[in-house]
């Protein structure tokens, strides 16, 4: 399943239901799945964000700064086909190198198609946060390994749905789910060529708290803020043009919640707040120019975590409290009503949610490091 190798590696049941919330998401205009829409931000400040969001495949936004000596990338893409084409906008502006391309986290459709950033550029150097380093070197990056089937076992079970017009629960498949599959068909070939590309691209410098580069004129900041989406997630700061990249702490118009620790995420995303930005450029999706959806983040976190603590003190077991998570409140104002984002808030943010926050209270880690033998 392209869509979810591509994001990350979580329990397979949410990944099904991920994908369908992606079919009934799905308005397809494109013939190819991995043109970025380019964006000025500021003067010199591109990002790349693929067309349909969030189509299949999940593809990370892409961010570069330009300056006088050379350009800094964050996130360049999580196939190489997406990379070669923001490589591409990059010499159409500027004749300066690439300088250093950074991994917002360790999911692999923010970095996996990186490398041709090093055959463009041999002097590049690969920023990382530690913990991404570790996950590189572990078991755990290895579902890149079933790239090479993924697609063509998801595209003959797809074509299933199409001929027999049912879902893998049997139920009918609507004109939306119809839509969505039969250009999943279309981009299948493209998506497995490219997925033959994939790579890790093992970073040559990481840190833990701060890492400043002076790139000419430009001071960027890389900066850990605390664990969101994944236990190493480095934000990208520009302090004097007030933008700030993300990556999948803050993902857009519906979370990435799984194996989210509530209170932790929240406390991440009030000190992006407290940056003071004016722009913020989410992993994925719509750019946004205040604190109101970050805002409405912190809410959800803490409201569902107060909710869990209340009904664990009131002697409710894990599942009872569990069953009476209330996420009413928050579904309308990320979906709009729109029955298409419910069923995407259902299978990325409520259900993995759910989960997630009793995971946190006992001390699980987001993820298990499992090291190479
Ligand atoms: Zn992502």
Redesign the pocket.
């Known amino acids: 399943m392209t869509v979810i190798t591509l994001?990350q590696k979580i329990a397979s049941k949410w990944l099904l239901i991920s994908l369908n919330v992606l079919v009934f998401m799905t308005p397809p205009t494109s013939a190819d799945p991995f043109i970025p829409t380019f964006e000025e931000l500021a003067p010199g400040v591109w990002v790349g964000i693929r067309e349909d969001n969030p189509r299949n495949p999940?593809m990370?936004t892409a961010t570069f700064v330009i300056s006088d000596t050379g350009v800094v990338v964050y996130d360049g893409g999580g196939l190489p086909l997406f990379a070669e084409r923001v490589i591409k906008k990059i010499r159409s502006l500027t004749d300066k190198p690439v300088t250093h391309v950074a991994i917002s986290h360790w999911?692999g459709?923010?970095n996996f198609g990186i490398h041709p950033y090093l055959e463009a550029f041999p002097n590049v150097q690969v920023i990382s946060h530690k913990f991404t380093h570790e996950v590189f070197n572990s078991k755990r990056i290895r579902y890149i390994d079933n790239y090479g089937t993924d697609t063509p076992n998801y595209k003959k079970t797809v074509e299933g749905y199409l001929e027999t017009g049912k879902d893998r629960d049997g139920d009918p498949l609507t004109p939306a789910h119809r839509k969505y599959y039969q250009t999943f068909i279309d981009d299948a070939d493209i998506i497995h060529a490219d997925s033959q590309r994939v790579k890790i691209t093992q970073p040559t410098i990481t840190f833990e708290d701060k890492l400043s580069i002076i790139s000419g004129n430009r001071t960027i900041e890389f900066l850990y803020l605390g664990d969101g989406n994944t236990a190493g997630d480095i934000v990208m700061w520009l302090p004097k043009d007030k933008i700030v990249a993300t990556g999948?702490i803050v993902?857009h118009p519906v979370p990435?919640l799984f194996n989210v620790p509530p209170r932790k995420w929240a406390a991440t995303m009030a000190n992006i707040n407290a940056l003071g930005y004016e722009i913020l450029v989410p992993?994925?999706g719509d750019i946004q120019r205040d604190t109101s959806y970050v805002d409405l983040l912190i809410e959800l976190s803490n409201s569902i975590a107060d909710q869990r603590d209340t009904l664990l003190a009131e002697g409710l077991s894990e599942d009872e409290a569990k069953e009476k998570l209330d996420f009413s409140a928050f579904e309308n104002r990320f979906t709009g009503g729109d029955p298409y984002l419910k069923i995407f808030f259902e299978g990325w943010a409520k259900q993995p949610f759910s989960s997630a926050v009793f995971k946190a209270l006992k001390g699980i880690p987001m993820v298990e490091i499992i090291p190479e033998e």
Do not use: A, E, F, N
């Open positions: 994001c999940v990370g999911h459709d923010h999948d993902v990435y992993g994925h």
